[in-house]
């Protein structure tokens, strides 16, 4: 998730852009003060050094919305701007979502977080290991099933498991894969369809969907690589609970307001969805050594002090990038979406510049945009 690094030409940008962040720095857990005219010269560049054409933000403060921008292009080359209802690719943003929609049904006693998914639904892909009996929508939600991410071959019906289920932590979308077809037992409704009707409708997310919409052709967001050249668009005909979903920062800034509020769960059920399930390394790869503070809890990263609790969650589909950041304790939070695969690498400067604070999810990610900003500037 590295920065390519920028021609020379663009050297002094960083310096200058360095320097204009490193006014911004917070101390853990202080509420940013950045003007909104500062966070709109700050994101413009950060774009620009990164070469991410187009970007769509929204910041809530206090349980409201108070600034929601979009910028640049939706494609590279073309005179299309990205507006507050262009549709970006949210991509793992989609696991906190249904991870909402599996806790209603939670609430209504359809399902037992604690009972083996098996007893709901077989798997055949992965039958031949008894181990997978153990698999339970908790263990789903907080990444402990025991799946690798993907299966080698995604075209294959055979799925192994790497270690036991509930032994640690293991990001994987193939158990909310699994899962998905547990609801969809449950409930006898296609999956779109009960996300329309538990998630979209309800909280009024009129430009979203898990599948490719038509509507959506007239204002999308085409993806680029990190030298900021297109690619091919992907629209899916089938949706997938661990990365299908199409949305626009405003729709998406609307789940954050129903956790905040409590809306379509329970209080308690919404405690229990911010609370450590499973205590995170201090990489996503690579590590063993667990951080301090630093959790995943249900369908959702969190960060834990004594006095807040934050949740995160960062999407990436290749060429899309996106993140989120809330605070709790304030009701403080930040979405943006990006059409460009640097997109990710200055996610710590939007949150500094926001929600403010110092967090462990971003060493977690390799996500330093002061260091690559620094070492670029001295080349």
């Keep these: 998730m590295t920065a390519t690094s920028p021609p020379s030409g663009t050297r002094m940008a960083f310096v200058t852009l360095f320097s204009l962040l490193a006014a911004f720095g917070q101390a853990q857990n202080k509420p940013a003060t950045t003007t909104f005219a500062q966070l709109d010269r700050a994101v413009k560049q950060l774009m620009d050094s990164a070469r991410v054409p187009g970007l769509s933000l929204v910041w809530i403060q206090k349980g409201q919305v108070s600034y929601r921008k979009a910028y640049g292009f939706t494609k590279a080359d073309s005179t299309q701007q990205v507006d507050s209802n262009t549709v970006f690719e949210a991509a793992s943003l989609t696991k906190p979502l249904f991870a ?32 997978y009996t153990k698999i339970t929508a908790r263990l789903v939600l907080s990444h402990r099933t025991g799946f690798p991410n993907w299966r080698k071959n995604r075209r294959s019906s055979e799925l192994t498991l790497l270690r036991s289920p509930g032994e640690r932590f293991g990001y994987s979308g193939e158990g909310f894969v699994y899962l998905q077809k547990v609801v969809e037992k449950i409930t006898g409704e296609p999956i779109q369809a009960f996300m329309e009707n538990r998630v979209l409708k309800p909280l009024g997310m009129t430009h979203s969907s898990f599948i490719w919409q038509p509507a959506f052709t007239a204002n999308y967001a085409q993806p680029h ?73 249900l369908g959702i990263g969190l960060e834990q002090t004594p006095g807040e609790t934050y949740f995160w969650h960062w999407g990436d589909n290749g060429a899309f990038k996106c993140f989120i950041m809330a605070n709790r304790t304030r009701k403080d939070a930040v979405v943006y979406f990006a059409n460009g695969s640097n997109g990710l690498d200055f996610a710590d400067e939007i949150v500094r510049l926001t929600v403010g604070g110092q967090h462990p999810a971003f060493p977690f990610l390799g ?11 001295k080349k």
């Design 100 to 131: 909402y929609a599996v806790l209603q049904l939670v609430d209504e006693g359809r399902l037992d977080l604690d009972k083996p998914l098996f007893e709901y639904l077989p798997y055949p892909d992965v039958a031949d290991d008894e181990r």
């Design 225 to 297: 690589n990190e030298s900021g050249e297109v690619g091919q668009k992907y629209q899916p005909a089938q949706a997938n609970m661990a990365y299908s979903l199409h949305t626009t920062a405003p729709d998406y800034a609307r789940f954050f307001l129903a956790i905040f509020n409590a809306t379509g769960l329970k209080p308690a059920t919404v405690d229990q969805m911010l609370s450590p399930q499973s205590q995170l390394p201090t990489r996503f790869s690579g590590s063993d050594t667990l951080a301090a503070g630093s959790y995943w809890g």
């Design 367 to 377: 996500i330093n945009w002061r260091a690559q900003a620094g070492k670029s500037a």
